[in-house]
Every structure is written in C-alpha cells, then in structure tokens.
C-alpha cells in the first residue's frame, strides 16, 4: 500500500501531493469494501503497508479503524518498508482483535480448514530466507504462506532483494498458495504444471513511474475442493504512472513541443494519470527546456515531467 509516501519527483503540486496520499488510503478502502461484499473469509496484506518512515499517527488511527470495520480476520506480514523494528506501530501501538502481524519466523495461524504462515521482515534488508527448509506438516489442512520477500527470477536488482526464496524453497514447502509482497507490478508464480503457485498483487495503487504501464491492483483468490487456487486481479486504484518516448525532432520551441504532447497524449489520462515523458530526437535546447514544456502543459495535466536527451 504504502500509506503516507511522500511522492516525491513526480511532478505533483503539494495539494496533489496530499490528495495522492489519500488516494492511497481510498484504494485500501476499496478493496476492504470488495472483500466485505464478495464475502471474503479473510484478508492478506504481504507488507509494506504503510512507510514506516513518514507514517503519521493519524493514518495509523483511520488504518485500524478501517481494518476493524471490515471484521474479517486480516493478516499481515511486515514487509521492508514496514519492517519489524524497534518502535514498528506494528509493535508499539493497539491494533483491532481482527487484525494479526505475524512475527519475524514463520509462524501458524489455522482459520477452520486452512492454516495461514507468515514471517515478517525485521530491517529494510532483512534477506533471511524464510522459505528455506519450511514445510507445511500434513494435518488435513491447506496451508497458505504470507510473505514480503523476492523470488528468484523476479528481475528486480540484486540490491533489492528481501527474503528471497527459489523454485526449490516453493516445490517442497507443500504449499497451497503463497501469497507475495514486494514486486511493484501483478505476476503470478506457476508450477510445472501450470497450477498457480503463489502471486504478487503489485501495490494497489500506483506509487512511482517504476510501475508505469505495469498491471497491480488486490487479487481475490478462491481455492476448490482439490486445493487448486484461482485468482482475479482487481484494479482498484484511482490514477496510473505512465511514461512514454517522444521525438520532438522539428520543434523550434517549447510551446512546439509541448503541442507534439498533446497531440499524443488523450486528454482524459493527461487530466488523470502521473506522466514522464522523455524526449529525443534532434531540437535546439530552448526547444527542449524542460521547465517552459512543463509550464505549458500544467493546466493540461495532473502531474508531468519532462526529462529530455534530445540533441
Ligand atoms: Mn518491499
């Protein structure tokens, strides 16, 4: 989720700043509002559900009072944004009796015919490998793994990887599904047989360009009789990051350019979605000032950035 992020470098006025932070929120809500309707049995957030580091108390006050609301068992595993440090809110402040943070080692929790595993991550580089070794005893019951960590393949930089876990860790946790945290985009982990696995949602909202034009959103997941898990990605955030290549080669001023934009770009996502956009080609370098584009195009756009390697 990323509750209280600052936003940044991305091109937002500080009242659009502020209005992003709540549309953060907006989307936890709607997805919690999803689960209550489609009558969930319970709710799995994979970490980094709020920036430790900015986190305000008045957001964690309206965070329980949201998770205490829905009255459905929610489950979470810290992830390295909210990590288990000393002082974590996850530690030192009341969260409902519905609410359940799992601790740094995996650790059960049975809810009727399923039992759900979660470790947490205790620092933002905790790269202990909680899968390693791990296997779900055979009790009768499906088991499920919460956890903010990195498979092996994900294509993230090494630098950032937390709690990594390989195909081998996967196949014999004896696991029905693995529910993931980390990954800024939806994808699915399958076995050799195609059966899902495990997945990462990607955070419901969109937080950087990092996701631009990528799929994220809250998965809803069924299970049937054999254990086999179905998913659904669900979109539930409000604006998107977008980021696109445009040659401005021709255009002798700002104004000329920030026209190729708009030519470009449709209006209703220029009005709603974050955009970067970066331009090439050749044009003299008053053409390509990137203050007097971005000028030109404020009242046109909720939030752009001009970066430009024209020549
Ligand atoms: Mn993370």
């Known amino acids: 989720m990323h509750l209280d992020r600052p936003f940044t470098g991305q091109g937002l006025t500080p009242e659009r700043r502020s209005l992003r932070r709540e549309e953060v929120f907006s ?3 709607r997805a919690l509002r999803i689960a209550g309707e489609r009558g969930a049995r319970f709710v799995l957030v994979a970490g980094d ?12 006050a309206r965070l329980a009072e949201a998770l205490d609301a829905t009255g459905l068992p929610v489950l979470i595993a810290p992830g390295n944004h909210d990590a ?7 530690l030192v402040r009341p969260w409902p009796r519905n609410v359940h943070v799992f601790g740094p080692d995996p650790t059960p929790l049975r809810l009727d015919n399923v039992t759900i595993w979660g470790a947490g991550l205790v620092s933002g580089r905790d790269r202990r490998e909680r899968l390693q070794g791990f296997q779900a005893p055979r009790d009768g019951t499906r088991h499920l793994f919460l ?17 990594p876990f390989s195909p081998a860790d996967v196949r014999d946790a004896r696991l029905s599904y693995l529910a993931l945290g980390h990954l800024h985009r939806f994808l699915v982990l399958s076995r050799r ?8 949602p990607g955070p419901p909202e969109s937080i950087s360009f990092s996701m631009a034009n990528a799929n994220h959103g809250v998965l809803w997941g069924t299970m049937g009789a ?16 977008r980021s696109l290549v ?17 030519q470009r770009v449709p209006a209703d996502e220029a009005a709603r979605d974050l955009y970067r956009i970066t331009l090439v080609g050749r044009a003299p370098a008053e053409a390509a000032d990137r203050q007097e584009i971005e000028r ?14 024209a020549r």
């Open 49 to 60: 559900l709020f920036e430790a580091r900015h986190v305000r108390e008045r957001t964690l």
């Open 226 to 241: 054999t254990g086999a898990v179905q998913l659904e990605l669900i979109a539930v955030g409000h604006r998107r990051h």
């Open 84 to 90: 288990l440090v000393a002082g974590s809110p996850y």
């Open 246 to 262: 445009l040659d401005v080669t021709a255009a002798t001023d700002p104004d000329a350019v920030a026209d190729l934009i708009l």
């Open 193 to 200: 047989d195609g059966d899902v696995v495990g997945a990462y």
């Open 27 to 29: 989307s936890l809500d």
């Open 147 to 163: 956890l903010h960590g990195s498979a092996s393949g994900g294509g993230e930089a090494t630098t950032r990887r937390v709690a």
């Open 296 to 309: 030109a195009l404020l009242d046109r756009f909720f939030a752009v950035r001009i970066r430009s390697l």
